[in-house]
């Protein structure tokens, strides 16, 4: 099964602030796809809210 092998980090962030979370994960299956969700809705791009890992979800 896939597993993380870097977590996000929990954060306090200042409003109006830039954040960056990132995590890595390691399967099988390989390649692992990663798709970052605020109350089930995907926050990645829009267009494609699935990146490979590592991952970075950058907010600003």
Known sequence: LPHFSVEPQHLS???NEELS??????????PVRVIWLQDGAPLNNLDDPISLSPSTLNIS
Do not use: I, K, N, W
């Open 21 to 30: 979370l990132r995590c890595a994960a390691h399967g099988p299956p390989e």
């Open 13 to 15: 962030v200042v409003a």
